[in-house]
């Protein structure tokens, strides 16, 4: 009797650590503290359940919603304001002719993206998920230009602007100790690959540490310009307006280039669009990504404007055109006390851009393999970081091998043709989805005329650049291209030999237990 209701009650086996004597005159006994037993079993069991529920709020491997709006306005303004205001100008005024036109090229810029980054507001209300143009792409246009544009980001886009900035980053830092004779090119290289190399650990390591490096790094920017405008505000309030006579030289326009005076200043405003990269990283995303949007690209233009004036009201356009560091030769003008202090505040202003494009670009990266069209290994996070760690070291290599090769106008020009397009593509995209998915949830919705304008204009600057700059924007639609067999081949019909899918599988599973990485455990949108 004993062996048949143990037998029974504990499984099918004889548990020895439970051995209970009894006759048949207690069967009832045993019969109870059976019961007993499974009653305190379902106890633990509840209680594992409950803590099972605390893990998946509190402990569960995810991406959290950490940003708030300031953090979000400090995210654009200091993505934004990089290198481009301190080099840009240059690009600027070589390609418009005319000091009137280059402030006028400025203005129209920043209108412009902020017309863009109201477009991006609409679509970042609109599709809750992160990943930025990828994203609207594969929800509007379907999924082979949302590949295309996954494809040229990584292969020369993102590498491409990181390395100008960090090129900025370098000659900032070196220069100076330099002057007045030129900085070896290795060592401003070497400067800007350990750049790259701590924005790299930062992103890394914590998302709530890259997001107070990036406000500190804001502040201290918008402090840099303000220390610019100051004094040439004041010049120009005394009557030095020399420089602003004759603004407008017919002679010197030259409209087959004007299109690269627009790239250099948009490249300037670029990184308007970083915030909707994170969109699932943002607290409360229907209403603090227009506000953040809206005040930062409004503040933003107008100092890029008071910033130019200032520049041209103390350096003659020779002088500025002569100039590789503008705000040095600048700060040697006005600010003679503090000239020391304006690299140092222009480096740092290079690495807070360095360190948003290393905050937003791996989410594209992440959510494309999440979706399917990389990788799974990149659609991974730190067990206890939480960062997308393998997204953001994918980067790493890509910027040093085109940090060392490139050149640092080049690298505008050949990387702007492909973003444009694809910006450009992205609200054609948005008009597109308005008219197929009317009654789809907009929780802001951008005025028509602003949308149409905005993707007009794009389509516009993007074809008269291939008669401007034939080669660099020939090649940027070459690589761009590239990625249409690799879709076919991949994706679209995954003809990967066997083999090579499980040396692929393989290497990826090594690499995971290696960087302690792991698939979202709950859905963030």
Known sequence: ???????????????????????????SRHICLVTYRRTKKMERTQIKKVQDNRKTEEDVVRLRREIGLLPAVSFIIGTVVGSGIFIAPKGVLMNSGSVGLSLLVWALCGILSLFGALCYAELGTSFTKSGGHYTYLLETL???????????????????????????????????????????????????????????????????????????????????????????????????????????????????????????????????????????????PNRNIPLAIICS??????????????????MTPAELLLSDAVAVTFANRALQSVSSVIPVLVALSCLGALNGGFFGSPRMLFVGAREGHWPPIFSMIHIRRHTPLPAVLFLYPLVVVMLITGEIYQLINFASFSRWFFIALATLGMLIHRYRFPHHPRPFKVPLAIAVTFTVVCFFIVGLSLYSDPWNTGRSCALTLTGVPVYYVTIHRFWVPRRLRNIFNYCSKQLQILLEVAQQEVQTY
């Open 142 to 284: 379907g999924p082979l230009p949302a590949f295309l544009r996954l494809w040229v980001e990584f292969l020369f886009i993102r590498p491409a602007v990181a390395s100008y900035v960090s090129l900025a980053f370098g000659r900032y830092v070196v220069e100076p100790f330099f002057a007045p004779c030129p900085a070896p090119m290795s060592l401003i290289k070497l400067v800007s690959i350990l750049g790259v190399t701590f924005v790299v650990a930062v992103n890394c390591w914590s998302v709530s540490l890259a997001s107070r490096t990036q406000v500190t790094l804001t502040f201290i920017k918008m402090f840099a310009l303000v220390l610019i405008i100051v004094p040439g505000v004041m010049a120009l309030a005394k009557g030095k307006t020399e420089n602003f006579q004759n603004g407008f030289e017919l002679d010197s326009i030259t409209l087959d280039r004007l299109p690269l005076a627009f790239y250099n200043g948009l490249y300037a405003y670029g990184g308007w669009f970083y915030l909707n990269f994170v969109t699932e990283e943002v607290i409360n």
């Open 297 to 314: 690209m409004v503040t933003v233009t107008v100092f890029y404007v008071l910033v130019n004036v200032a520049y041209y009201t103390m």
């Open 1 to 27: 009797m004993r062996e048949e209701l143990f037998a029974t009650t504990r499984g099918g086996k004889w548990n020895k650590f439970w051995p209970v004597w009894c006759s048949h005159n207690t069967v």
